[in-house]
């Protein structure tokens, strides 16, 4: 089989719920199979704002690391955080550096 350069959409009818969950599982664990001799692949897709959202926390998921901080991206974009044994969750990353610098885990 060659490879066309293309991608191919198909119709999604379970685009909420846990159908689409369960697929996506799925699609993680295994990232492929083989069907009618072809490949299927299936990606999450993120809008635009969606990434440039993920991407913002870019900064301070390295100052976590470096620090040895437990956090982690939930779906579509939502930074957790565990810190004391607690989790916290930040949607925007303002709430997540007040939160750092409150804690001491930044310096000002």
């Known amino acids: 089989m ?7 959409r198909f119709p999604r ?3 909420r719920g846990p159908s689409k969950k ?4 799925w699609a993680k664990r295994t990232r492929s199979c083989k069907w ?3 490949i299927l692949r299936v990606y ?3 809008s635009v704002e969606v990434v440039r959202k993920r991407a913002g926390f870019n900064q301070v998921k390295s100052i976590f690391f470096k620090k ?3 956090f982690g991206l939930l779906y579509p974009a939502q930074l957790w955080v565990t ?13 997540v550096l007040d939160f750092a610098e409150r804690k001491g885990l930044v310096e000002v």
Not at 2 to 8: C, D, K, L, P
Not at 22 to 25: E, G
């Open 44 to 46: 999450q897709e993120l």
């Open 2 to 8: 060659t490879w066309t350069g293309r991608i191919r």
């Open 83 to 95: 810190h004391e044994d607690q989790y916290h969750y930040f949607e925007s990353l303002e709430d």
């Open 22 to 25: 369960c697929i996506l599982r």
């Open 68 to 70: 040895q901080v437990k």
């Open 36 to 38: 009618d001799n072809s």
């Open 13 to 15: 009818s379970h685009e």
